[in-house]
C-alpha cells in the first residue's frame, strides 16, 4: 500500500523541537547552515518563522536516527519499511546536505530564500509523492537513482537556482547530496523493529559502490594526505610551512604586465570561472609550483568539491601520449575505479574536473623535444574548447612548469592560455615564512637565521637565494645544523652561491650515512656514495623523464663501479646503499611497479649530474707527461657517447657545469675546448655513425634500450648520435662564452660553428646541415635543446635556408655577412645582434622586438 509523504510528516511539524533540541548542537556537532535550514523549510521538516531563532541550536548530525525514534513515540506503533523510508530518506538527504554544506562555500553564501512559485510547485510534488514498497526498496538499494531522491533532488535544485547557483552547479550539488544519503540511513535502521530492520539493511547493504564511492576514496586518499607529507626527510609537513605566494600576470608573448602582483591561489580561484581559459604558472626551479599544486588541489577538495573536484597528475609520470587527452587521462588513471569502471566519467554532468598538471617540462625527453609537446599543447586546447561548450561540462587545466620548457613552441601554446609567473618572495611573505619556520624549529633559531640574513656581511646573492622557497628552506636548514656561514661565500657570484648551497646539502647526506652503522660496515667512502648519487641522477636525466629503473642504476654501477657491488654484497652493505639512495633525495617513483627511483626535487637530480659531468670534462684533460692525454681519443668518445648520448643538456644543468668548473683548480678550458672541438668536427662529418663495425650510437641505443621496454619513445641510433653532438656542441658554445669573459683566454677560445670565416676549416653550410639532421627526429629539436644557448654565438658568414630558429636566443649573436632566407625567427631574441650585411629575404620576424638590433643598408 502507498504511503503519502505528506500524511507521513504531519507528526514532524506539530513540535519541531522534539526532532532536537538547542543543547544538542555542541554534543552532535557544527551549527547547521542557511542552505539546510531553508531546504527544512522547503521539506516541511521547518516552519520558517522560528528559524531564526533555533538556528543557533540546531544541530541535524544524527536527524534521521532521532526522526524515527520520535515517529514511534508520537503515533505508538512500529514502522513499516515505506514509513521508515519515508521519514529518514528525506532526513538523511538533510543530513548529507548538511556535512557537504559545512565545507562547501557555494553553499555558504546562501542567504534567505524566498518561496516563489516554481518551489511551491516542487513541494507540492514533493508531499503528494506516493511511496510504495516497490519505491521504496528503489531507495535503499540506490538511493541516488531512486525517485524519490530525483523529487528531493528537483526541489533542492529549485532552491539553489533561485539562489543565484547556476544550474550546472546546482545539478552538482544535489547529486552529490544524493549520493551521500545512505550512510546516514543506515544508523537509522537501529530504531526500527528487527522484521523491517532486516529487509532495510539486506537492501542498503546490497547498494553496489559506485563512481562516487570512487572519487571519495581518491580525494581522501590521494589529495588530502599532499599538504601531510613530510618536508624530504624532517618530522614536519609541507602543511607547517607553506605560504601562499605571488605571481605576475604575463602576455600572450610571455612579457610580464605592468602591473603590481598578485595573490596565485586568488588568481587560480578567480580563474576557475572562465571557462575558456587554461591556466599556466610558470617559474624556475625550486619556486613553489609542485608545492602550490599540492596545496590548492587539497583546499578545493575542502572548499569547493564538488563543483571541482582536483585530479592532480604529476606529468613526469606519463609514459605514453595517446592520440587525445582523454586516452591519455583513461591510461594514466586507469587504477581509479571511476575512471576505469565508467566511460563516460568526462561526459557525466554531476562530476566536474579541475586537472592540475604539475611540471610541463618533466614530460618525457621525446615530448619536450619532439612533436609530442606541440601534440600536448594542441591536446589540451581541444579538451578545454571541447568540454566547455554547450552542453558543457565545464572541466578546467592548469599546468605548472619552468619558463624555458616553452623555449621555442611560444607559437604553438593555445591561444587560450592565460599564464603567470610566480614572484620571488617579498618582506611580507619571507616574514610569514619565518613565522611557519619559528614553530618548527624554535623562536631562537628562527630569529639567529634572520639576523644572519640581514648581516651586511651577508652576500646580497644569498639573500637573493633566500627569496626562493626551496633555497630558503636549504639556506635555514644549514644554519639550523651550523652548516652555513657568511666565509663559505666569499670571491662566489652568480650561480656560484646556489653550487654552495646544494654541495652543503649533498654532504649533509653523505655525512648523515657515514655514521651509520650499516654503511661503516660496507667499506665504502662517503666519495664512493657521492659517484651512487651522481650516477642515478645520470640514470634519470638518460631515461627520458624524471624517474630512473633500478636495474639500470645497478648496470651501470656494475660496470663503473664494481668495487662498489661487490663490497656491498652482503645484507648490511645493501641495506646501506638503499638508506643512500632514500636519504632526502631519492625516492621510490609513485606508483611505479617496476623498481624505479626519482629526485625528491628534480633540481637535486640536475646539480649531481652537472657534478658528474664536472669531474668527467677534468678527467678528459689529465695528461701523462709521456704518453699526453690519459684518456685517448677513442676513450673520450665513447664516453662522450655515454654521458651524453641522450637527453639534452638543459640551462639549468649547464649553469651548475659552469659554476663548478670555473670554481675548480682543475679546470683546463683550452685543452678542454680542443678535445671538444675535435669530436664536434668529427661527428660534423659523420664519422661516428658512418662506421662500418658496431658504431657508438649502437652500443648506447643497446644500453638504454634495456630500460625502456614500458616506453613508446623512439629510440635509434640516430637519436642517439643526434643527441652527444648537440651536446657537444652546447658545451663548446659555453666554453666561447666563458672565454670571452677571462682576459687570459679571449685569444685562446673561440668557436665558430661552421668553422671561422675565410679560414680552410670554413664551411658555410654546416650549421644548416646540422639543422637539418636534427630535423630528422623532430623540426623543433635543435632550437629546443641548442636554442637557448646560441646567445654570443659566432655565425658571421654562415648559409641558412629555411630552417626553422623559432625562439631561439641570438642575443648578441654575430650574425655579420650571413644568409638566412625564409629562416623561421618567430619569437626568438635578437636584442643586440649584428645583422650588417644578412640577407634575410622571407625570413619571419614575427614576435621579436627590432630596437637593439644592428644593421646597416647592406642589410635586405
Known amino acids: 500500500m502507498a504511503t503519502q509523504l505528506k500524511k507521513i510528516w504531519q507528526f514532524l511539524q506539530k513540535d519541531v523541537r522534539e526532532l532536537w533540541q538547542p543543547t544538542e548542537a555542541a554534543e552532535f556537532g557544527a551549527e547547521v547552515s542557511k542552505a539546510v535550514l531553508e531546504f527544512a523549510i522547503a521539506v516541511g521538516l521547518l516552519v520558517a518563522p522560528p528559524v531564526a531563532a533555533v538556528a543557533a541550536g540546531l544541530s541535524f548530525v544524527g536527524i534521521a536516527t532521532r526522526g524515527i525514534k520520535l515517529y514511534r513515540e508520537k503515533v505508538n506503533k512500529q514502522p513499516t519499511l515505506e514509513e521508515f523510508v519515508a521519514i529518514a530518506s528525506p532526513l538523511a538527504y538533510l543530513e548529507s546536505l548538511n556535512e557537504l554544506a559545512q565545507t562547501n562555500d557555494l553553499l555558504k553564501q546562501i542567504g534567505t530564500i524566498s518561496i516563489s512559485e516554481p518551489i511551491k510547485q516542487q513541494m507540492e510534488k514533493l508531499r503528494e509523492f506516493h511511496l510504495d514498497e516497490n519505491l521504496a526498496k528503489n531507495a535503499l538499494q540506490c538511493f541516488p537513482k531512486s525517485e524519490l531522491a530525483q523529487v528531493l533532488n528537483q526541489l533542492f535544485s529549485t532552491q539553489l537556482q533561485q539562489a543565484g547557483i547556476d544550474k550546472n552547479h546546482a545539478q552538482i550539488l544535489t547529486a552529490w547530496v544524493a549520493w551521500g544519503t545512505p550512510k546516514y540511513l543506515k544508523p537509522a535502521t537501529a530504531e526500527i523493529p528487527d522484521s523491517v530492520k532486516q529487509l532495510a539493511e539486506v537492501y542498503l547493504t546490497g547498494q553496489q559502490p559506485d563512481k562516487y564511492d570512487s572519487i571519495d576514496a581518491y580525494l581522501k586518499q590521494r589529495i588530502a594526505t599532499k599538504p601531510l607529507e613530510t618536508v624530504f626527510d624532517e618530522t614536519f609537513i609541507f602543511q607547517d610551512i607553506y605560504v601562499p605566494l605571488k605571481a605576475r600576470r604575463l602576455d600572450g608573448n610571455g612579457k610580464p604586465y605592468e602591473e603590481e602582483p598578485i595573490d596565485l591561489e586568488t588568481w587560480a580561484k578567480e580563474m576557475l570561472d572562465k571557462p575558456d581559459k587554461v591556466m599556466f604558472i610558470q617559474g624556475g626551479p625550486g619556486r613553489g609550483k609542485s608545492v602550490f599544486c599540492r596545496m590548492f588541489a587539497d583546499w578545493v577538495r575542502q572548499h569547493l568539491h564538488p563543483i571541482w573536484t582536483p585530479i592532480l597528475i604529476r606529468l613526469r609520470d606519463i609514459r605514453t ?259 643512500a639512495l632514500a636519504a632526502f633525495y631519492l625516492q621510490p617513483c609513485e606508483g611505479d611497479r617496476g623498481g624505479a627511483v626519482e629526485f625528491t626535487h628534480k633540481s637535486f637530480g640536475e646539480f649531481l649530474f652537472a657534478q658528474l659531468l664536472k669531474e668527467s670534462l677534468e678527467e678528459w684533460t689529465e695528461t701523462d707527461r709521456r704518453r699526453g692525454y690519459k684518456l685517448k681519443d677513442e676513450d673520450l668518445y665513447k664516453e662522450i657517447y655515454d654521458l651524453l648520448g641522450y637527453g639534452g643538456l638543459t640551462p639549468e644543468i649547464v649553469e651548475y657545469l659552469m659554476a663548478l668548473l670555473d670554481a675548480s683548480a682543475e679546470f683546463k678550458p683550452v685543452e678542454l675546448f680542443q678535445r671538444l672541438e675535435d669530436f664536434y668536427l668529427q661527428w660534423c662529418e659523420g664519422e661516428f655513425i658512418d662506421q662500418e663495425t658496431e658504431t657508438l650510437p649502437q652500443k648506447k641505443v643497446q644500453q638504454l634500450k634495456k630500460y625502456w621496454q614500458d616506453s613508446n619513445i623512439r629510440l635509434g641510433q640516430r637519436q642517439v648520435d643526434i643527441y652527444a653532438g648537440l651536446n657537444g656542441m652546447i658545451l663548446l658554445l659555453e666554453l666561447n662564452r666563458y672565454a670571452q669573459s677571462k682576459d687570459d683566454l679571449k685569444d685562446k677560445i673561440a668557436f665558430h660553428p661552421c668553422g671561422e670565416k675565410d679560414s680552410d676549416s670554413f664551411d658555410e653550410l654546416r650549421l644548416h646541415r646540422i639543422i637539418s639532421y636534427s630535423n630528422c627526429i623532430g623540426i623543433e629539436d635543435f632550437s629546443v635543446i641548442v636554442g637557448p644557448f646560441l646567445n654570443s654565438a659566432n655565425l658571421y658568414g654562415v648559409i641558412l635556408y629555411g630552417v626553422n630558429l623559432n625562439g631561439v636566443n641570438l642575443n648578441s649573436a654575430n650574425i655579420i655577412d650571413s644568409t638566412l632566407y625564409g629562416v623561421n625567427l618567430n619569437g626568438a631574441d635578437l636584442n643586440g645582434a649584428n645583422l650588417d650585411g644578412v640577407s634575410l629575404t622571407g625570413a619571419n620576424f614575427n614576435g621579436i622586438d627590432l630596437k637593439n638590433i644592428t644593421w646597416d643598408e647592406d642589410t635586405k
Open 321 to 579: 601520449l595517446e592520440n587525445s587527452l582523454e586516452a591519455t587521462w583513461r591510461t594514466q588513471l586507469q587504477n581509479l575505479d571511476f575512471v576505469n569502471s565508467d566511460a563516460g566519467w568526462l561526459t557525466d554532468k554531476n562530476t566536474r574536473f579541475l586537472f592540475l598538471l604539475d611540471g610541463f617540462d618533466e614530460l618525457l625527453m621525446a615530448g619536450r623535444a619532439g612533436g609530442g609537446l606541440k601534440e600536448f599543447l594542441q591536446q589540451i586546447a581541444d579538451f578545454q574548447r571541447n568540454y566547455n561548450q554547450p552542453p558543457a561540462v565545464g572541466h578546467r587545466v592548469l599546468i605548472t612548469g619552468r619558463p624555458l620548457a616553452l623555449q621555442g613552441i611560444e607559437r604553438l601554446m593555445p591561444s587560450n592560455l592565460e599564464r603567470v609567473e610566480i614572484e620571488l618572495m617579498d618582506d611580507s611573505i619571507q616574514q610569514q615564512w619565518f613565522r611557519q619556520w619559528s614553530a618548527q624549529v624554535g623562536e631562537s633559531e628562527s630569529l639567529e637565521f634572520q639576523s644572519f640574513l640581514q648581516n651586511p656581511s651577508c652576500p646580497d646573492r644569498v639573500k637573493q637565494l633566500a627569496r626562493e622557497p626551496l633555497l630558503l628552506y636549504l639556506l635555514a636548514r644549514m644554519h639550523r645544523d651550523k652548516n652555513l656561514n657568511v666565509q663559505m661565500f666569499e670571491a662566489v657570484s652568480g650561480a656560484g652561491a646556489k653550487i654552495r648551497v646544494y654541495e652543503q646539502s649533498v654532504n649533509w647526506v653523505l655525512e648523515k650515512q657515514r655514521q651509520n652503522e650499516n654503511f661503516r660496515l660496507t667499506g665504502l667512502s662517503t666519495e664512493d656514495l657521492r659517484r651512487i648519487l651522481q650516477e642515478a641522477a645520470l640514470c634519470v636525466v638518460q631515461s627520458g623523464g624524471e624517474s630512473a629503473k633500478i636495474t639500470m642504476l645497478e648496470d651501470r654501477l656494475n660496470r663503473l663501479l664494481a668495487k662498489l657491488i661487490e663490497q656491498a654484497k652482503n645484507t648490511a652493505g645493501e641495506k646501506a646503499i638503499n638508506n
